[in-house]
């Protein structure tokens, strides 16, 4: 139920808008996770997907369009200490990623 936590789907948000995603790309493959067989309940029986998945990753991509997320918590550690990172020596660094999203705008 990772993309039902907001702070997932910003991370999420900044590091495909960093690859150069648009925000309608993340957001339909956001929506595109929420109708996998996840043990989602009957979470979208009383919910839209595609609103979730437009809304929340349109707050978030218009923060970096913006200039208002300056991505000061985008990096690994703080991602550790959010819990959206195991922290098992993989080969990314969201510090170049936190680059490149600022570059975008």
């Given amino acids: 139920d990772w993309l039902l936590q907001p702070a997932f789907v910003q991370q999420v948000t900044r590091a495909l808008m960093a690859g150069g995603w648009s925000p309608a790309q993340i957001a339909r493959l956001v929506f595109d996770r929420y109708g996998t067989d996840a043990r989602w309940g009957d979470h979208w029986a009383r919910r839209d997907r595609w609103t979730r998945a437009a809304f929340d990753v349109g707050v978030f991509a218009a923060l970096i369009e913006t200039?208002?997320?300056e991505?000061?918590?985008?990096n690994c550690v703080s991602?550790?200490?959010?819990?959206?990172?195991?922290?098992?020596?993989?080969?990314?660094?969201?510090?170049?990623?936190?680059?490149?999203?600022l570059a975008r705008t």
């Fill in 79 to 101: 991602a550790r200490e959010k819990g959206l990172c195991p922290g098992t020596g993989c080969a990314f660094n969201l510090a170049d990623l936190r680059e490149r999203m």
């Fill in 71 to 74: 991505g000061v918590d985008f």
């Fill in 67 to 69: 200039g208002l997320d």
